[in-house]
């Protein structure tokens, strides 16, 4: 397995090359995330492989509704929560363990990661993910090619919460190829049970609050942050991987990780709240303003509230229900206005700098320590 720090890397981070005076954070960070990222995708194709082969036997349409399924796995992604998985792993572990122990575990992230996508853009109705359509629309236009009887969408639907589904299976299945002790194993599944409930606790406030706007808070919208992003994007992640390489549930180690991930998760979702609206399309594969056009009610939403004057809450009442691309853009300058933006920037930078000062005094390895400074910035920095 190649490990070229000019290799493609999941947070997009630009190598120091050699002989350079650039960032050492971001060659160390190259360097050590090529080889995951390459491992994780290697991994996935071959077992995904030989899972539509194996549903293939079942019928022939069984096969196609499979490879559908392992197209949303494979169709790209910034890899984060393997990303931070492993490096929770390698804070342990240190720098002599072989990845290929727990790289069923880390890839099997990534399967929980698309059940969570293809859910999450039935339930927004979203109409593209990662530049491409959504798992529901995909399969009704298959529907209308195909000429079947029924509803197109209703089946589209349908089709996606059964990748979904699937997608959970296969996660399981996958992480049971890892060569740990069976009961390390067991205490690491209880981490991701845990993460698993979290996401869906998450998810659901998320549902609640588009239905609910009147009574959501930025407290609120900070919990759905919590549970819904930080938990399963960095926290757990972390976690899982500091089980994978034996860490004493009690140790200060797992407290800083706690504490770490709890803040640059947090930060992570602040910055979509940031990009839900002022993304650009061509970085995110999504249509810019999304979250005014659905009133999703963000912490950057919540605070735009907030903030405003009662004639510019007026015109933020009117998020969810706009269409037309110039009122969205309008809506998106009134936000900029009420001076949302810059708190909710305030925001990712305090958290940063208090996982950053984590991580400080953590008893961690060298570097590790090195590698989750810079995801922290580069989790919450990024443009899509």
């Not at 490096?87 to 727990?102: F, K, Q």
């Not at 293809?118 to 995909?138: C, E, F, I």
Request: proline share 5%; hydrophobic share 45%; glycine share 10%.
């Amino acid at each position: 397995m190649a490990n070229d720090a000019v290799a493609a890397n999941p947070l997009r981070i630009v190598p120091a090359q050699p002989g350079a005076t650039g960032d050492p954070v971001r060659g160390v960070l190259a360097a050590f995330t090529s080889e995951l990222v390459e491992g994780v995708d290697e991994t996935l194709a071959v077992f995904l492989a030989a899972e539509v082969d194996s549903l293939t036997g079942i019928d022939a349409a069984m096969g196609g509704f499979a490879a559908t399924a392992r197209d949303c796995v494979l169709a790209g992604g910034k890899r984060v929560r393997p990303t931070f998985a492993y490096w929770g792993w390698r804070g342990v572990a240190g720098g002599d363990e072989p990845l290929s122990t727990v790289l069923p575990a880390l890839a099997a992230l990534e399967l929980l990661h698309t059940f969570a996508l293809v859910h999450d853009d039935v339930m927004d109705s979203s109409a593209t993910r990662r530049g491409l359509p959504t798992a529901h629309r995909a399969a009704a236009a298959r529907h209308r090619t195909a000429g079947l009887t029924g509803d197109p969408e209703r089946y589209g639907e349908a089709v996606a919460v059964l990748i979904g589904d699937l997608c959970v299976a296969w996660a399981d299945r996958l992480m049971a190829h890892a060569t740990v002790p069976p009961d390390r194993l067991l205490d690491v599944r209880r981490n991701y049970d845990q993460m698993r409930v979290e996401t869906v606790a998450g998810q659901f406030l998320d549902v609640l609050g588009e239905h609910d706007a009147a009574n959501w808070s930025v407290d609120r919208a900070l919990r759905v942050a919590r549970y819904k992003t930080a938990s399963y994007t960095v926290q757990r992640p972390l976690l899982f991987g500091a089980g994978l390489a034996g860490a004493d549930a009690d140790s200060p180690l797992i407290a800083a990780y706690t504490r770490y991930g709890l803040a640059v998760g947090e930060a992570f979702q602040l910055r979509d709240d940031l990009l839900g609206i002022y993304g650009d399309p061509a970085d995110t594969g999504k249509p810019a303003g999304d979250d005014l056009r659905t009133g999703k009610p963000t912490t950057l939403l919540m605070l735009a509230r907030q903030l405003a004057t009662p004639a510019q809450r007026r015109l933020l009442d009117r998020a969810g229900t706009v269409t037309a691309p110039r009122e969205v853009t309008r809506l998106a300058d009134l936000v900029r206005d009420t001076g949302a933006v810059t708190r909710v920037e305030r925001m990712i930078s305090d958290r940063v700098g208090a996982a950053l000062a984590t991580l400080d005094t953590a008893p961690i390895d060298g570097t590790a320590r090195t590698a989750l400074t810079g995801l922290a910035t580069a989790a919450t920095t990024r443009r899509a």
